[in-house]
C-alpha cells in the first residue's frame, strides 16, 4: 500500500537554483527509507515540500489515499505525519517538556486531560518520564532530540520524517535513537549522513543526484585494513 507518493515535483528557490526536476517517489507502508545525499542537494528541503511548509512549482503529492495541495489539506497532513526536525530546539516550544509532548495530541483534537495522558505514556515509553516538568530548553541536546521524538510519536504518526536524527548525538543516545527507531513499526524517511545508522534502521535506500530520486543498495559496514607507525599502542582513529 501506497502511504506517500511525490509525482514529478519540480522546484526551485529561484530560476537560476533548482533543485528537484520531475521528481518523482512512492514510499510504502512497509518503507524505511533512507535519503542518502550530499549537502545541500535538497533533502530538508524535500521535506519541506512534502510538509506544505515549501510550495512546489510543480508536481503532485498525495498522502494517505488524498492529494495535497491546500494550506487546510497540509494541516491534516501534518496531524498525521511526524516530522522530526534537525535542529530540536526549532520543535520544542514550551517552557515544560510535558506541555511540548501534549501539544501534537491536543491539535488532533484530543482533552486536555486525553493529551497530558499520552504525552505522559510515551515519555515513560522512551524512559523519559523523570524529564516530565524539565524546562525544554535547559535540556541537552540529545535529551532534546530524545523529547522532540516524543512530541511527534505522542501524535501517533501515520509516517514519520526525520532529519539527521543523530546529527551531533552522543554515542550513548545515538543508541537510544537506533534503538527506538527499531522499536517502531511505521513507514518512514530518515534523512542520514550515517551509513551505519541507515543500514541499521532502513531497509530502503534512495539519493537524489540531477535533481532526481534515485534508488541505491544498501550500505554495508565492512572493515578496511590500514597501516601507521605506532599502530601496535593504543590508539583512536576519528
Ligand atoms: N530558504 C532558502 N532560500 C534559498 N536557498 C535555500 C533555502 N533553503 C535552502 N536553500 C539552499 O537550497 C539547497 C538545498 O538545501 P537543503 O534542502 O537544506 O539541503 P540538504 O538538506 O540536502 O543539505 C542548498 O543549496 C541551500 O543553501
Ligand atoms: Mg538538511
Avoid at 495530541?105 to 522512551?126: C, H, M, T, W
Avoid at 535529551?143 to 554515542?171: I, R
Avoid at 545508522?197 to 540531477?210: A, H, K, P, V, Y
Wanted: glycine share 6%; hydrophobic share 40%.
Amino acid at each position: 500500500m501506497t502511504v506517500l507518493s511525490v509525482d514529478s515535483l519540480t522546484f526551485g528557490y529561484s530560476a537560476d537554483h533548482m533543485i528537484f526536476n520531475e521528481a518523482s517517489v512512492r514510499i510504502h507502508q512497509s518503507d524505511r527509507l533512507g535519503l542518502w545525499a550530499m549537502n545541500g542537494t535538497g533533502k530538508t528541503t524535500f521535506l519541506k515540500i512534502i510538509t506544505g511548509l515549501l510550495k512546489p512549482d510543480s508536481g503532485r503529492i498525495v498522502f494517505n489515499g488524498k492529494e495535497r495541495q491546500s494550506e487546510k489539506s497540509f494541516h491534516d497532513l501534518r496531524l498525521n505525519l511526524g516530522f522530526v526536525l534537525q535542529h530540536s530546539e526549532d520543535q520544542l516550544f514550551f517552557p515544560e517538556v510535558i506541555e511540548d509532548v501534549a501539544f501534537g495530541p491536543l491539535n488532533q483534537g484530543f482533552s486536555r486531560q486525553e493529551a497530558l495522558k499520552k504525552a505522559e505514556e510515551i515519555l515513560e515509553q522512551l524512559h523519559l518520564q523523570h524529564l516530565k516538568h524539565a524546562i525544554s530548553s535547559e535540556l541537552s541536546g540529545g535529551q532534546k532530540k530524545m523529547v522532540a521524538l516524543a512530541s511527534v510519536l505522542a501524535m501517533d504518526p501515520k509516517m514519520l520524517l526525520l532529519d539527521e536524527p543523530t546529527a551531533g548525538l552522543d554515542v550513548q543516545t545515538r543508541l537510544c535513537v537506533i534503538n527506538l527507531l527499531k522499536e517502531l513499526s511505521v513507514p518512514w524517511i530518515l534523512v542520514s549522513h550515517d551509513p551505519a545508522l541507515l543500514s541499521e534502521t532502513c531497509n530502503r535506500f534512495i539519493t537524489i543526484d540531477q535533481y532526481q530520486f534515485h534508488e541505491m543498495t544498501a550500505p554495508q559496514v565492512h572493515q578496511h585494513e590500514h597501516a601507521h607507525f605506532f599502530g601496535t599502542l593504543e590508539h583512536h582513529h576519528d
